[in-house]
């Protein structure tokens, strides 16, 4: 266990913030709600940017950017979003040394203020599809901080795509979802169930919402993304109409997505351990680190040579650190690499360069191995994707391990009390028999997963019919 | 002259605006003072942020996210700092459905908050130099919007960096400017005159403050980049001291520096034409488009395969858009794109196709040229680079043509109430000459350049010994 982390098995809650914090990957900010994301952090961000951004423009999508701000007759114009948000908002009442006319609400999410300008831009069928999405900070006003989990202000992105039909709205928010999940297990190495929200559980202001849902190590969920089909509700809001083929005016119908820096609180809680951040080698901007160790003068000549010649060799396929400060000893630096999450290290003794070997350390297994140098550069190409489907695998086991068939609702609720997991039982679907649960367990429906078993079945509490399995969690 | 665009010569400030709206580079949004912008401006600023944040990164310096609002107190530490920004922010005063206890300022600027947290984060000197950058939205209040020139909310980066000695310090701002400079003439094709920013003229709450400074089509000035030596002001403002190697306590030196959105309206006003916008091939995400020319159905079959070929040849190397898009004729094609400032367009008719050939036309100088198909892939590959390098030029000899020496008051006035551009002058260096030529003629000094001659001289206002000559200039 390192300095400073508590041990997940005896304060989960507070391992996860030590491990944010020693890692240098976020700080608590002096305006409350607020947190400051230290470069560690950031770097991270950076590449589950690139990497969606990719994957968005793939699919035919572009990058724009609106107004922080968003006029307060705009979030009433749609019943249930105002209701949903307007609570939440953080205000601006004055601008430029003068009260405003009108308040400004700072973002919420964005698509009142986008709706607005669709009204503009979108006379005809030839203007649709509009395929955009927006890299931003919005505010929901939080006072209880957890750190990436829980804050006012946080990075996300959030796609808007307007079409001519309700078929191909749908294909989109579906198509976005698996975008997501495609994500979360290729490259966040966290395996998610995509299904269905309840009703109780939808976006303000959509038709329906389909999510993807984690289990983290202390076996809660995490939703880790969203995707609505909104219909017509926001197309009628701002009254955004289009000229279809046939001459017929009618309302466009729109989607919206999203995920967030909360992805980075889910990646923690879903790899890392005792000795800090663990990251799939795919999300490290430096997947592999070189530390070279010696004590004698005549030794230090020798090791950082050798070393050296392996850093630029390795440097021509990875980004590699090269860690030949002075200043700290070998075993500092291990913790601190191994703290930080760095996938691979590899040391470097005297004896080492003697035998014409190094030593490999993977991060996730802590799993030690002599490499021939000359072996060196194609185990490192193998191992980092090893290691990738790997921590994939390990989540996958863990996940499946505490996930649960419940056919009454006691067990249900001893298995919420007690250990925790995902339940898979019956649901009737009423909003009633939800409620029940949430009220008695703190449990809520994670979604309704789109590869359930055709099964019927009983709703575990209050019996009638039900179609299949949803999945019963607490959550974060 | 495009349809919808203004001639620059009938009126050049309409001209800017037609070319930005009729481009959907950006439009007017619904919140006073704010701008939407749209997928081909976002585009651009892709390009900057991908290209600058690879040098900033070569440099040395990693990115972090600091929060949106500001406590009014943390505001009101730095005298100079307050007094410059706090009347041009816009103020939250509620939050979550409450009333704050302290006002909350949207960021005009995060040295406060980024200093705040400096302090939690620097010790000794082992913790410093911190180079960190931030990509942000930030706010200054304005009613009188001028698409990417000037809006409230405005997206940007901000280098804040901590360093142990002033000497350290001075290199990194003086670096960074350097950076901009050769991004600003490499990338965005446009010469810059780098120096640095009179005592009335720099930043508030800086010790001094170097500016990139560009010429515009109409012969204005328009700052492009700043970077500033903050010395202790802002360690001192929030405590931030180190323990240096001799077990001393010293104030920390600071350095900020930044660019904005604002240099998508400065790339605009020194390339565009009456047709639309005109990118550097540096810039455009996707700098060749293919454009089928037929009129009959055997045609159509003989060209789109001939085209489709070469699109999958291009494609190997470069972005290419292959627009074989059937509701649209050739010229509305060619018009559109245009407009856009694709640089470099491939047409290709049944005639081309028959004498192997294809027609080559360049965006800036709207030059044709028949190209073997045999010889286009390469023609492509070194024509993007010339233009490139000839845009640069062209905009070296507008600036070179336009920059006048002048050694009496009069000719000054008379430059800048006619034709305007540059004025060479002497400056005694008081800060009331200064203020006089701004009264009389609007122009403003621009700044000391790096690279003026040694030259006594007597300032041209009141005649006292100068040590060299100052850019007055009228600028946006």
Sequence with gaps: MAKNITARSSDYSKWYTDVVIQAKLADYSPVKGSMVIRPNGYAIWEMIQQNLDRMFKDTGHVNAYFPLLIPESFMTKEAEHVEGFAPECAVVTHGGGQPLEENLYIRPTSETIIWSMYKKWIMSYRDLPILINQWANVMRWEMRTRLFLRTSEFLWQEGHTAHATAEEAEAETLRMLN?????????????????????????????????????????????????????????????????????????????????????????????????????????????????????????????????????????????????????????????????????????IGPRDVENNKVVLVRRDTMQKEFIDRSAIAAKVDETLPLMQREMLEKARVWQKENTFNVDDYDSLKSIIAGDGGFINAHWCGSADCEATVKEATKATIRNIPFDREEEKGACVVCGKPSDGRVIFAKAY
Tied chains: 1, 2.
């Design 179 to 347: 975008v997501y999940k495609t994500f979360a297990e290729e490259y966040l190495a966290m395996p998610v169930i995509a299904g269905r929200k309840s009703e109780s559980e939808k976006f303000a202001g959509a038709v329906h919402t389909y999510s993807i849902e984690a289990m983290m190590q202390d076996k809660k969920a995490l939703q880790a993304g969203t995707s609505h089909n909104l219909g017509q509700n926001f197309a009628k809001a701002f009254d955004v109409q289009f000229q279809d083929k046939d001459g017929q005016r009618r309302y466009v119908y729109a989607t919206s997505w999203g995920v967030s820096t909360r992805l980075i609180g889910a990646l923690i809680m879903t790899h890392s351990d005792d000795n800090g951040l663990v990251l799939p080698p795919r999300l490290a901007q430096r997947p592999v680190v070189i530390v070279p160790i010696y004590r004698k003068e005549e030794e230090k000549t020798r090791v950082l040579a050798y070393a050296d010649a392996l850093h630029k060799e390795l440097s021509a396929r990875h980004k590699v650190i090269f860690d030949d400060r002075e200043q700290y000893k070998p075993g500092y630096k291990f913790a601190e690499w191994e703290l930080q999450g760095i996938p691979l290290r590899i040391e």
